[in-house]
């Protein structure tokens, strides 16, 4: 399919963008508040997954959310190939591309639970280290830019955190989990926003 030609196909992927990490946001909170045995300090979210009650709307929105975040990230990627933003800088294609690679294991993470053994630990650490990596990338292309500096620098430092925070002793994984990937849903809404209101970078 070609975006470049189709206005409107592009705006409705600009809106996918914000859907996308909404419904995971979203499915994510429901099922906590309906598992009162789920602890952010005892659990990992994955947890959630394989839960009787509300596995099936964990593991959804995750597959649901993920997928419209790859088709969203797919046009945006496209668009910095093309240099549309960005300058058409190096670093701010592969951070995109990165992220948008990401979401095809996060997809995994809901289709693949953890009662699967270690190739559900391996997606999700496979989503953890590409988002986060892109992270880092887009991050350096958006600090050079005036406006955007401070968009920029949250992405570097939330990166930064999001890896650090896995060198510390925890029971549970669930807080390091939400800290690497909150940072990651809020930049791809931040770029689904702009590319809905045509601002160039």
Known sequence: MNFDKSHKMRGLLSIFGIIGPLVIISSMLISIY????????????????????????????LVIGGFLILLFMSKFTFDLIKNRFLSGRLS???GSLLICISAVPLMGVGLITEDAGMIHTYDATAFYVLAMSGEIFIGHSLVKEKKYWLL??????????GFGVWTLPWDGIAIPEIIG?????????????LSILKIQF
């Open 34 to 61: 309906l598992s009162p045995w789920w602890s952010f300090t005892e659990n990992a979210l994955s947890d959630l997954g394989v839960d009787n009650k509300v596995g099936w709307l964990f593991n959804s929105g």
């Open 152 to 161: 920029g620098l949250f992405s570097i430092l939330s990166a930064i955190v």
């Open 92 to 94: 701010s294609k592969i």
């Open 181 to 193: 990937a909150v940072p990651v849903f809020t930049i791809v809404i931040i770029f689904a926003i």
